[in-house]
Every structure is written in structure tokens, then in C-alpha cells.
């Protein structure tokens, strides 16, 4: 139902630009030529993030590019602008995307230093644009696991947006096909949560070396997420 | 405790102490983390730091100001000229003198610039975020004369539709660095960012404190505002920087303010 409901309004934008040609179309809000009433909310939406001015678009970025490109979507950000739960086919189109984009590391998934996992799990710090730049230059993105997830289960201050990871290691081990499936679930969640609210830090976000320190925290033995 | 619910949105037409409205929402909801997740806040609320805004804004509204030495007393809020009670809960509208639909600050800042004539460089209009600024101040004085009234946005006008109806595609739109809408932290009652219970915005009665701004902020000991709000959700989740003043802002107030319909709005109100 949702998917139709995208696709329904892919066709109206492309049948209204038809009709009234790209340029005209898209005009600042603020000129009057556009009348916005004319618009579906899906159109008009679009229209208010990338044509009003409303974000500092050309403002660069942590990762490169502007911030045009940060608020212009993706596939799976597309698919996945619903409330609630995607239906069956939408659910495929996403897990299909995402396994397309996902690279396993050259030489296999290994595990780094927990105790560095540790200090990335509890920063939230990282490519914040706007107001108050995120400085990389003088400190490094953190995976703010945290935010969402009980972790080490004697830290007090966790989210409950994911599920409890306490204990997560002691209860699957270490073998090749764990390393592999927390790899992906880390970089890139939707290839078996579609449409989850869990951000895909493959995508620009964390360096291997960081995934492989966020993962030796969750699974090491020794990691106290395991104690 | 439903029935006072009932009873609080069916008489919300008339001025309530921000203190009461709250004891009324927290009575209808014993269950609510979000509603009661600060015992500290509850019990500061009758000395709630915002209350100290009022009397400089009254003072910066009838002042006559700006190089054109004139009071705001002229400034309509879409109610009349001057007039303040209930407009603040029936934002944004359409303005005709304008040709557009305006958020509270929008409107604010229209007034000071065409009234009084401040321009965007003048520190009166240019600092919108601290108990110090006169926008603060100003709105705060404002708001407070819609607390108690339901939140009521009118949605006659056409223009005023399509901003509700975008709003709502923004705030299940996707984007930004990690993929992040505005319901991955308000679709669900109960839900935590680390140590902040979150409200989910289905739930009307928690809704409507969620978007009750101006607020004193203890975390950051300072009055903040819908705006304000806005801004550091679309930092945190890591979406390009939002501008004031802008149709974004303006289609997310309409649509979180349809979505509190009804509640009654606590102005000023106190968060953590």
C-alpha cells in the first residue's frame, strides 16, 4: 500500500513537470509563480526541502559534497519515508537494494580493539551540519550506539529505540557466519530489517577499522558487553 | 482521570495557568514516561524560569521601537490587531497581507520588520535563541496569553492544507547522513534517546507538552522555542542545516500543531 502510494506520486510529478515544464515547476516558493495548492504534499514536500532555501544546501559536508546532496534521497530513504511498518513488496525492494549495496571487506570480517569499540559506542559525535559543525579534524566520529541500544548492561544511560545487546557475544560466539551477518546488520541493517530506524554506518559513516572496534565490543568475550 | 481529559479539551477555550493544564494532562495519564519522566520539572513548574520572560516582553510589545518608533500593539497574529488571546494555539494561518501561510516567529519577525522597521541585521530580529533575546521575550509574553486554549490551526484556507499535508511528508521523510525522520524518535510511546524519554506524536496529551514551546530548558538554562526544537532535531539527525524564517519550519509547525489538536497548550511550559 505504501509502495503504491510512492509510485502513485512519481507519475504525478512527472505528469505535472510534463505539463508544465521543469523550470516553472520548481521555483521558489516565495516568487508566487508557484502555486503550491496544485501540488500533492509529496511534491510539495520535495519542493520545500530542495527548492526554498530553507537548508544551507550549499554548505559542505563531512563526508564530501554539500548538503543538497545529505537532504536529496537515496532508494531506500525513498522507500522508507512511511509511518508504520512497509508492506511485502516495499519490504523486498529495500532488502534487494540494500544487499545490492553492500560490500563485505577485502580479506574477511575481523574483530578489533573493544576498548576502542567502547569509546565509539558512547559518541554521538559526527557530521552535524548547520549551527555547530561536527569537527573531524579534531575529533572522530563516533557510532553512538547508545543512543538506542543497552549495551554493556552497567551502563545506566542507554536507548530503547533497538533492542538490548547486553550479553550479545556470550550468546552467539565468535564463528565466521557471526562475523559476517553483524558486519552486515552494522553497515547496512535493511538487507534484514528493512526500513529500520538503525542508520547505515557503512554508508560514509565508519571506516572499516571503526566497524571492526564497534564490533569487538559487541562480541569479544572479554568486551564487558559480555560479562 | 479520562473523563478530565475530556473535559480539559471540551473547555480549552479559555485562559489556564500553565501549571494547571499540566497537572490535568499528568492526571490523564498516569502512565505516560514522557509526561512524567522529570518529577524534578513537575515540581518547578509553578516557579518555572520562563515565567520571568513575561513582564520584559509585555514591556518590548506596547514599547514604541525600531526607527520606525512604533509598538507592536498593531501587529496582527491573525486574530485582529493586537489581538494575543488564543492566537498563539491557532498558528500557523494564511495571511493575506502576505499571500502566505506563517509560523508564530515568522509572523513575529514580519511585524518587527515592517511595523517597527528592525532589518535582519539588527540584534532585535537577528537573535531568536536565548531568555536574553527580545524574540524570546516576546514570544514567551505572546504564547503565554493562548495557555490553556487548544491547540487549534486553522486549516480553511487551502495554502494552510498543503503546508499540514507536507509537514506530515516531512516528518516521515528519510534523510541526511543516517537516514533519519522526525518518527524515528516519536513514533513510539515510552522510547528512549540515551537517558530522554521521547514523546510519541499519535499520543495527543503527549504531544501536545512536546510541542508546548516556549519552554524553559534546564539542560540548557534558557527559553527555547518551536524553532529552536526544530533546529536541533534536524542537527541531530544529521540532516543539512535548517534556516529561520523558511517554509520547512513552517509546514513541520503546522503539521505538529494539527497533530496536538485539541490539547490544551502549556505556555510557557518546562522541559529538561
Known amino acids: 500500500m505504501f509502495n503504491k502510494k510512492i509510485l502513485t506520486a512519481a507519475v504525478v510529478v512527472s505528469a505535472s513537470a510534463a505539463l508544465a515544464g521543469c523550470d516553472q515547476f520548481f521555483q521558489d516558493a516565495s516568487d508566487r509563480e508557484v502555486d503550491i495548492t496544485q501540488m500533492s504534499p509529496e511534491e510539495l514536500a520535495e519542493h520545500l526541502v530542495l527548492e526554498t532555501d530553507s537548508y544551507r544546501l550549499d554548505q559542505e559536508v563531512q563526508e564530501g559534497g554539500t548538503g543538497r546532496e545529505r537532504m536529496q534521497q537515496d532508494e531506500i530513504q525513498a522507500l522508507c519515508s512511511l509511518e508504520g511498518s512497509p508492506d511485502s513488496e516495499t519490504a523486498g525492494q529495500v532488502v534487494a537494494a540494500a544487499r545490492a549495496a553492500y560490500e563485505r571487506p577485502d580479506g574477511g570480517v575481523e574483530l578489533g580493539d573493544w576498548r576502542r569499540g567502547a569509546e565509539l559506542a558512547r559518541s554521538g559525535y559526527g557530521y552535524r551540519v548547520g549551527h555547530n559543525n561536527d569537527d573531524h579534524g579534531t575529533r572522530e566520529p563516533g557510532a553512538n550506539c547508545y543512543a538506542c541500544h543497552q549495551m554493556d548492561p552497567a551502563e545506566t544511560t542507554y536507548g530503547t529505540i533497538g533492542p538490548s545487546l547486553a550479553n550479545y557475544g556470550r550468546e552467539r560466539g565468535t564463528d565466521e557466519s557471526v562475523l559476517n551477518y553483524v558486519h552486515e546488520v552494522v553497515s547496512n541493517p535493511h538487507q534484514y530489517f528493512p526500513c529500520t530506524y538503525m542508520p547505515r554506518f557503512g554508508r560514509n559513516f565508519l571506516t572499516e577499522e571503526q566497524i571492526s572496534h564497534v564490533m569487538a565490543y559487541l562480541l569479544d568475550p572479554e568486551s564487558p558487553v559480555n560479562q | ?272
Open chain 2, 1 to 272: 482521570m479520562a473523563v478530565g481529559v475530556a473535559g480539559t479539551a471540551a473547555q480549552a477555550d479559555e485562559w489556564q495557568d500553565p501549571n494547571d493544564v499540566l497537572q490535568m494532562l499528568l492526571e490523564a495519564q498516569p502512565d505516560s514516561k514522557y509526561l512524567h519522566q522529570s518529577e524534578m520539572n513537575i515540581m518547578m513548574m509553578p516557579d518555572n524560569p520562563a515565567l520571568w520572560l513575561l513582564d520584559d516582553g509585555e514591556r518590548l510589545f506596547h514599547e514604541e521601537r525600531g526607527p520606525n518608533n512604533a509598538s507592536l500593539e498593531s501587529c496582527d497574529f491573525g486574530k485582529g490587531e493586537g489581538v494575543l488571546e488564543g492566537a498563539y494555539v491557532e498558528l500557523p494561518r494564511y495571511f493575506d497581507d502576505v499571500g502566505k501561510v506563517m509560523d508564530f516567529e515568522q509572523r513575529l519577525v514580519h511585524c518587527m520588520k515592517e511595523i517597527q522597521g528592525f532589518t535582519s541585521d539588527d540584534s532585535a530580529v537577528s537573535q531568536r535563541h536565548g531568555s536574553g533575546s527580545d524574540i524570546m521575550r516576546l514570544t514567551t509574553y505572546i504564547a503565554h496569553q493562548s495557555s490553556g486554549y487548544a491547540w487549534n490551526p486553522p486549516l480553511d484556507h487551502p495554502e494552510e492544507q498543503a503546508m499540514r499535508d507536507a509537514g506530515e511528508k516531512l516528518f516521515f521523510r528519510r534523510g541526511g547522513a543516517m537516514d533519519f525522520n522526525c518518527a524515528a524518535c516519536h513514533g513510539d510511546s515510552g522510547k528512549q534517546i540515551r537517558a530522554s524519554v521521547l514523546p510519541e506524536m499519535r499520543n495527543s496529551q503527549e504531544w501536545t507538552k512536546a510541542v508546548s514551546w516556549p519552554a524553559h530548558r534546564a539542560g540548557q538554562d534558557n527559553v527555547r522555542s518551536q524553532n529552536h526544537r526544530i533546529r536541533g532535531c534536524v542537527w541531530q539527525m544529521r540532516h543539512a542545516g535548517i534556516l529561520p524564517d523558511t517554509p520547512v519550519n513552517t509546514a513541520l509547525i503546522s503539521y505538529w500543531n494539527d497533530a496536538a489538536r485539541g490539547e490544551p497548550a502549556i505556555l510557557p511550559d518546562l522541559k529538561r
